[in-house]
């Protein structure tokens, strides 16, 4: 197995460069990196690699959620230009 767990994938990119709420976004689904090869730039590379896909795909923005208590992803997301949206919260219901 490489050194990336999982590669991260648009969820919700719309090519036509307008989405419901205004220009597209796309959003990052998982983006992990094997413990061994972290703060070695992985997950940099990985989340360039993810904006230049969601650029060819049309979207404007990119978005993900990160846990509060995940001081690691936040703080690579922080070092690659991101910025906490403190005015949305995730709403979750499971259907079991």
């Known amino acids: 197995m490489s050194a990336l767990d999982v590669f991260s994938s648009p969820t919700a990119a719309t090519p036509s460069g307008k989405g419901r709420r205004g220009p597209a976004a796309a959003a990052s689904s998982r983006t992990m990196v094997r413990p061994a090869w972290r703060r070695k730039g992985v997950g940099s590379v990985l ?4 904006e230049d896909r969601f650029k060819a795909l049309g979207a404007v923005r990119a978005d993900a959620m990160v846990l509060d208590s995940n001081d690691l992803g936040q703080n690579l997301w922080r070092a690659n230009g991101y910025r ?3 005015d949305w919260r ?7």
């Not at 989340?47 to 993810?50: D, N, Q």
Request: cysteine-free.
């Open 47 to 50: 989340l360039r690699a993810a």
């Open 84 to 86: 906490r949206q403190d």
């Open 90 to 96: 995730r709403w979750v219901k499971e259907l079991r």
